[in-house]
């Protein structure tokens, strides 16, 4: 039988270092995403992911199972971490062109243009508030109740922060391919 | 096509590509070294007070049959007489350095850090200073640097109307 995230967490806070790496080793991976994909650097996202489950390790006993998964409470530690790196003057509102063409065909043009690290800077230009759902909902595969206990805030305001994310990505995304510019104001951080 | 079928799809492919992005082996190596320090210093910590525990009732039996003195500050140190120089030149009756009062050295305490995991209720004690090494501090989880572990230093240790040590804390003296 394949043990839960909370049953390896409580083993490897009593001491099983055999629990410890097998939690970390299922759940790495998305930590380590997360954090690549809120803030572009992949330095950043590996000192994120190293220093998240340092802090399962110090304050895993925090974890409480009746408020989310120990997946959420992950990305809520790594959430925290992300935004003490960020330089909060990049997170301003960005100019968003509506003047674009309707999205038909965008996506063609955008395969055919090779366009994908085009839709990671538009991701990385969303406000932080929006960036973080589009990432854990639509980029990791989050439910919306773990997402709410992630960033500790009602599945409601999950739900229409994504649906004003998901807005501004296709605004910005149309500004991609509209009559062939790039993006212009997406921060690259690094 | 719908603009939110288009942005779902860019996001998926974009999820795609990162799919295999994973932190690098390293973090797990250093990850599980802290994970072994960690525990090897849960593991010590009981022994570690027990320990520091027997080490102030030593010291303890030694200070009540060789009592210390009071005063352990430093003492300040008189200035040796200044030369009179022989040139006629007028030396002020009483220049205000001459007035000046030295001041003691100001006494810095550090918290009270307990000796017993369970100890019997506290009705009287008494407050020992001794002199204990470093090295001390750094078992109630106080930092030392490795160079200064065998250096003395100061500690009050509370003793209990049983005898038994309960508490010490640590003493410094700023200027």
């Given at each position: 039988m394949i043990a839960t995230d909370a049953a390896l967490l409580e083993q490897a806070l009593s001491g099983a270092e055999d629990a410890f790496t097998a939690l970390y080793r299922r759940r790495q991976g998305g930590v380590y995403r997360f954090a690549l994909q809120m803030t572009g650097s992949a330095a950043v996202a590996e000192d994120v992911t190293q220093e998240a489950f340092l802090a399962l390790l110090l304050?895993?006993?925090?974890?409480?199972e009746t408020r989310g998964t120990v997946a959420s409470f992950l990305y809520g530690i790594a959430r925290n971490l992300v935004l003490r790196r960020l330089?909060?003057?990049?997170w301003a509102e960005l100019e968003i062109d509506d003047e674009c063409a309707g999205p038909e065909d965008l996506l063609e043009d955008l395969t055919r243009r090779e366009s994908i690290e085009q839709v990671r800077q538009a991701v990385l230009s969303l406000p932080p508030v929006f960036r973080e759902v589009i990432v854990l909902c639509?980029?990791?595969?989050?439910?919306y109740e773990e997402a709410a206990s992630a960033l500790d805030c009602p599945v409601g305001t999950v739900r229409s922060r994504l649906n004003r994310g998901r807005s501004m990505l296709a605004r910005k995304l149309r500004g991609v391919v509209c009559a062939g510019?790039?993006?212009?104001?997406s921060p690259k951080i690094s | 096509m719908q603009s939110e079928d288009f942005v779902a799809a860019a996001l998926r492919k974009l999820a795609e590509q990162d799919a295999g992005r994973q932190a690098p082996e390293a973090v797990e190596a250093s990850l599980v070294q802290a994970f072994g320090r960690r525990r090897a210093r849960k593991k010590l910590a009981p022994i570690a007070l027990a320990t520091l525990a027997a080490a102030a009732a030593i010291t303890l039996f030694f200070a009540r049959i060789q009592p210390q003195p009071k005063q352990i500050a430093p003492v300040p140190v008189t200035q040796p007489p200044v030369a009179v120089a022989a040139a006629p030149v007028p030396i002020p009756k009483a220049t205000p350095k001459a007035r000046r009062v030295k001041r003691q050295p100001r006494e810095v305490v550090t918290q009270f850090f307990p000796l017993l995991d369970v100890a019997p209720p506290f009705e009287r004690g008494e407050l020992l200073r001794v002199t204990v090494p470093a090295s001390t501090m750094r078992k109630v989880g106080l930092p030392v640097r490795e160079e200064r572990l065998a250096d003395p230093v100061y500690a009050d240790v509370l003793v209990g109307q049983e005898g038994l040590a309960r508490a010490i804390r640590f003493v410094s003296y700023e200027q």
């Open positions: 304050h895993g006993t925090r974890y409480d330089d909060r003057r990049a639509d980029l990791q595969d989050s439910s510019r790039s993006i212009e104001c | -």
